[in-house]
C-alpha cells in the first residue's frame, strides 16, 4: 500500500505535542512509535468527519485488546518466574516502543552483557533461546504484560508476578 509521506509527517508532528506531560519512560515509547502511529492512522482514517483520528485510533485499541486477549494464551508454559524477573530487571519501567519489540533478544543480551553471536555459550543461553523463538506477536504480548507489571492501576495493584500472569490467562513454567 502506498502511503501519504507529507500526510504521516504532519500527523507524526501534531501526535508530538501530545507528549508533553508525559515521563522520559513514557515519552521515549510513545516518541519512537510516531511513525507507526501516524501510520495506522493514514492508513484508517475514512472521513474526518464521520471516522475521524480519534475514532480510527480508539477502534485500533478495540482491536488490539481483543487480539492480545485471543493470542495471550500462546504465551503459556514459555517462561518461568526468574525468566520474567531476569527481564524485568532488563527493562525498567519502560514503555515499550515498536522498534524495542522487534529488538527485545538482542536487548536483553545487552543489558546482560552477552553477546547476541555468542548467546549459546552463558547462563542466559535458555532464557534468549525463548526469546529467540517468539513471533512478533508473541513479542507484543510479552511486553503489554511487563508493561502491566510496572504501571498497574492502584485499584488491582499486586507486586506477585504469577498473579499478573494469572490474571491475563498466561501460565508460568
Known amino acids: ?9 504532519d500527523m507524526s508532528k501534531r501526535l508530538s505535542t501530545l507528549s508533553d506531560d508525559l515521563s522520559f519512560e513514557v515519552d521515549q515509547g510513545w516518541t519512537s512509535s510516531l511513525y507507526h502511529i501516524a501510520r495506522y492512522l493514514d492508513e ?35 517462561f518461568s518466574e526468574k525468566d520474567i524477573f531476569t527481564l524485568i530487571n532488563c527493562y525498567q519501567d519502560i ?13 536483553v543480551c545487552e543489558a546482560l552483557g552477552i553477546k547476541l553471536d555468542n548467546y549459546e555459550v552463558s547462563c542466559a543461553a535458555p532464557l534468549i533461546s525463548k526469546l529467540l ?10 511486553a503489554d504484560t511487563l508493561e ?7 485499584m488491582t495493584r499486586t507486586n506477585q508476578i ?5 490474571l491475563l490467562g498466561i501460565q508460568l513454567r
Not at 502506498?2 to 504521516?8: D, E, L, S, V
Not at 514503555?95 to 536487548?107: E, H
Not at 502491566?148 to 492502584?154: D, G, M, N, S, V
Request: aromatic residues 10%; glycine residues 6%; charged residues 20%.
Open 1 to 9: 500500500m502506498k502511503h501519504n509521506t507529507n500526510r504521516i509527517k
Open 44 to 78: 484508517h482514517t475514512y472521513n474526518d468527519e464521520c471516522f475521524d483520528d480519534r475514532r480510527s485510533g480508539l477502534m485500533a485499541a478495540g482491536r488490539l485488546s481483543w487480539l492480545l486477549g485471543a493470542a495471550r494464551s500462546t504465551l503459556s508454559g514459555v
Open 95 to 107: 514503555v515499550f516502543s515498536t522498534d524495542q519489540i522487534s529488538t527485545i533478544p538482542s536487548y
Open 133 to 142: 523463538n517468539l513471533n512478533a506477536l508473541q513479542r507484543l504480548i510479552l
Open 148 to 154: 502491566r507489571i510496572w504501571y498497574q492501576p492502584p
Open 162 to 166: 504469577p498473579e499478573v500472569f494469572d
